[in-house]
């Protein structure tokens, strides 16, 4: 997975990207394809805008589903850690989705016999 980070208007913290690739490289758990992830970072300088002054946009891009996550927090990382809740519950949501719950059982199965 490729993960693509853009900064607008804002400066990271010293270790968001090492934070972001470690959350993000943990989703290959489910085994949904996802080629690349878009991390988007944009900072509102309007001082009203406190407390959700840092908006974090995930998007994944690929042959797989196509997900997005926002959220707004008091800085990066918070709205980072925001956003991957968001990611992580729609790829387990396709994962899921994509499991087989076929569930066979030892008396339904035919009796193959060796001779």
Not at 42 to 54: V, Y
Not at 91 to 98: A, G, L, N, P, V
């Amino acid at each position: 997975m490729k993960i693509v980070i853009h900064a607008r208007h804002a400066e990271l913290a010293a270790d968001f990207r090492e934070i972001a690739e470690e959350k993000l490289l943990s989703m290959e758990r489910f085994s949904v394809t996802i080629e690349r992830v878009e991390v988007e970072i944009l900072h509102e300088q309007n001082p009203r805008q406190g407390k959700h002054s840092h908006r974090v946009i995930l998007t994944s891009h690929g042959s797989g589903p196509l997900m997005r996550a926002e959220a707004a927090e008091f800085n990066d990382v918070a709205a980072f850690d925001a956003a991957i809740k968001n990611f992580e519950l729609q790829i387990r949501k396709h994962h899921e989705r994509s499991k087989s719950h076929d569930r066979k059982t030892l008396r339904n199965m035919p009796i193959v016999v060796n001779e």
